[in-house]
């Protein structure tokens, strides 16, 4: 009770540690409570737009009964000025918040709680097309299916760009994990960090990325923050905030930020890789006697199955697929493997030997029997910052859960694994037996209309949602744009410039 409770106290959350309540179990009266005791003068409703990004809408806190209401209510929003696929002539949607989202906004200059909402229809029902409520709905499909509960985490990458001051320059693209003073925005990042923490993000870690050089009298400069896997629903609101502080925190101090796949050529760009694993009864069901699970084989299965379209949710403009071709780390056949960062779906290196490493780093140390089984994942490479994150969750959620309904999971499983570097060009014979990714937002959007019945079992994936993505890929009619604007260095920066604050 007392670790518990020392847990709650440090928790970065002010809300957590002032109810010393897990999120999962804030009620409406907590919510109340903390507003009360806290002198909290702003209440913000926030939710995700049909463009990826959150919206806001602030209450003034004057009246206690009025707080109440909102909380127990919602409210009445727009829908057709949010989603696309929502007509003018019946648009109204209610949102309502979930309270075990609640944070106090740390770039509010009144105290301001923050939560995030879900979208209702008309007859007070879950908006079936809306973000959350399609991940959610992926969610219990794959349990229900499985018997398991599907958790993630994102690799969220970014340039941070500033002025060159012209000192400790580093070397050009060779960032990666680089300290000070090489690295100039290590501080940026630790700050965002501490304030993601405080939204009730589950940060694993952060560090510099490869990717760094100077454009213009300007330094870019790449980070990546890690998350640690949670619940999938938790995954995809925790990395929506981060997004959301990155950029404040970043408009407060001066610096510009991007998230978008592809900056100029020959550079890294940002992806944002996927970790997912299944658990059950509290155990991790990616392994099997420290060797990748039968059922984790059949779930790389159904993304080695579903890969072309789960680009239409994670690489929404045209600059993902310049990102998207040979010798970047980025993937661009459909295949996997261990520690492989030439593939798209990697096994990373897990701590199945057995060995106890800190006893071998530190002698001093008594044997310790770590369960590191806890630790192992698979790795989605493909999507990127333009993503739409709770389209992509879902999606790949709907793919794992298909490798367990798929009868030749597991030849796909031993047809599409390689162990070698599939651009080494002793591999090329190999290299032309394996199917490519989409090489356009046209390309994908014809790959998700041959697929999307899958999507649309158990009613996870609207009809009205699917159609709308693959409208809004074909209205890029970029379907020969890459070849056209690869050696153009002119159309490439007129891309990027218009895509520069993607997802």
Known sequence: MCEKKTILEKNANRVVAFLQKQPSDFTKADILHFIRENDIRMVNFMYPGGDGKLKTLNYVVTNMDYVDTILSCGERVDGSSLFSFIEAGASDLYVLPRFRTAFVDPFAELPTLSLLCSFFDKDSR?????????????????????????????????????????????????????????????????????????????????????????????????????????????????????????????????????????????????????????????????????????????????????????????????????????????????????????????????????????????????????????????EMRSPDGSADLYQLLAGLCVACRHGFEMENALEVAERTYVNVNIHDAANAARLAQLAQLPDSCVASADCLERQRAVYEEYGVFSPAMLDDIIHQLRAFRDGTLRKQAEHSPEAMQKLVETYFHCG
């Open 126 to 378: 879950p908006l079936a097309s809306a973000p959350e409520q399609t991940l959610a709905k992926a969610a219990k499909a794959f349990t229900d299916v499985t018997g398991m509960e599907f958790e993630a985490m994102g690799e969220l990458e970014y340039y941070v760009i500033k002025s060159d001051e012209g000192v400790f320059p580093a070397i050009d693209q060779h960032g990666y994990h680089e300290s000070g003073p090489y690295a100039k925005t290590n501080a940026f990042r630790q700050k965002c960090m501490h304030y993601i923490a405080q939204t009730g993000g589950q940060i694993k870690y952060g560090h510099s990325e490869v990717g760094n050089f100077k454009y213009g009298g300007l330094v870019y400069e790449q980070n990546e923050i890690e998350f640690l896997p949670v619940k999938v629903e938790e995954a995809a609101d925790q990395l929506m905030l981060a997004k959301w502080v990155i950029r404040n925190l970043a408009w407060q101090e001066g610096f510009n930020v991007t998230f978008a796949p592809k900056i100029t050529t020959g550079k890294a760009g940002s992806g944002l890789h996927i970790h997912m694993r299944m658990m059950k009864d509290g155990k991790n069901r990616m392994l099997t006697d420290g060797q990748l699970s039968t059922d984790a084989r059949r779930m790389i299965a159904g993304m080695m199955d579903l890969a072309p379209s789960i680009t239409a949710f994670g690489n929404k403009n045209p600059t993902s697929y310049f990102r998207l071709v040979p010798h970047q780390e980025a993937p661009t056949n459909i295949c996997w493997g261990d520690r492989n960062r030439s593939v798209l779906v990697r096994v990373p290196l897990g701590w199945a030997t057995g060995v106890d490493m800190c006893r071998l780093a530190n002698p001093v140390e008594d044997e310790i029997h770590y369960d590191t089984t806890v630790k192992q994942t698979v």
